[in-house]
């Protein structure tokens, strides 16, 4: 994860630098770094999970599958993935904007209106403001219907993340232990075990759900925002 967070620096400050941008396109930017480091490291309590499973057996095999029947799904790659799709939902804006750039750009050469500091073509939905191509959504409902679609986007999958923290994640850490039954595993007997540092984990995953729900709360907020000002006083 070290290597994702430090490869992807150079990537974002160069989306971030380039020469189109549209309405809260840095916020966006800001909200995935701030989930990504969230993420880095909320998962270090996690990265142990395995030797923190301990039992009272002296049976390696006996306490494996005990934590395979307790612990059967990957609780941190289920928060790469969900983050993986955050950052989908970021490109889909990004190549939505990068289309309208090219489009128009061809549009205005074949043309051959005279370019302005505003932008010279009828219906062009872009401004050129200090050098960069400013997506102007008071002239285009499409841009902004889908510039409203990757906020959906977000925050659905912010949703599903807060689904799978409350109702999949905690309720593992919330058990004071873990028992197996000697009669689904042969040759073991009755197992009780816990889960060492269950504080430090119950910490990152708190923290994993503030962040989200302040994602949500924020994309909410710009999403009735968007409506209100582009559509409604469209």
């Not at 480091?37 to 909320?42: D, G, Q």
């Not at 057996?57 to 006996?62: I, Y």
């Given at each position: 994860m070290a290597a994702i967070v430090t490869g992807l620096i150079p990537i974002l400050r160069t989306a971030v630098d380039s020469t189109t941008t549209y309405k809260g396109r840095t916020m966006w930017f800001g909200l995935l770094c701030?989930?990504?480091?969230?993420?880095?490291?909320?998962?270090?309590?996690?990265?142990?999970?395995?030797?923190?499973f301990q039992c009272?057996?002296?049976?390696?095999?006996?306490?494996?599958?005990?934590?395979?029947?307790?612990f059967d799904s990957s609780i941190v790659m289920a928060w790469h993935f969900l983050f993986v799709l955050l950052v989908l939902s970021v490109l889909l804006m990004e190549l939505f904007s990068s289309h309208l750039r090219y489009s128009f750009q061809k549009k205005k050469e074949r043309e051959m209106a005279p370019q302005s500091e505003q932008g010279g073509v009828e219906g062009d939905p872009t401004m050129t403001v200090g050098g960069r191509m400013v997506i102007d959504l008071h002239k285009s409902k499409s841009s902004v219907v889908v510039y409203l679609l990757t906020v959906m986007v977000r925050i659905a999958v912010e949703v599903f993340f807060v689904y799978v923290l409350l109702f999949w994640v905690l309720p593992k850490l919330n058990k004071q232990s873990y028992d197996c039954d000697a009669k689904d595993f042969h040759g073991c007997s009755v197992l009780q075990c816990v889960v060492r540092g269950a504080a430090e984990k119950k910490m990152s995953v708190h923290g994993l759900l503030f962040i989200s729900v302040l994602v949500i709360i924020t994309s909410s907020v710009f999403c009735l925002y968007s409506i209100g000002h582009y559509l409604c006083n469209g």
């Open positions: 701030i989930r990504l480091v969230t993420v880095f490291l909320a998962q270090l309590p996690w990265r142990s999970l395995n030797e923190d009272n057996s002296t049976f390696a095999f006996c306490n494996k599958a005990c934590f395979n029947k307790h």
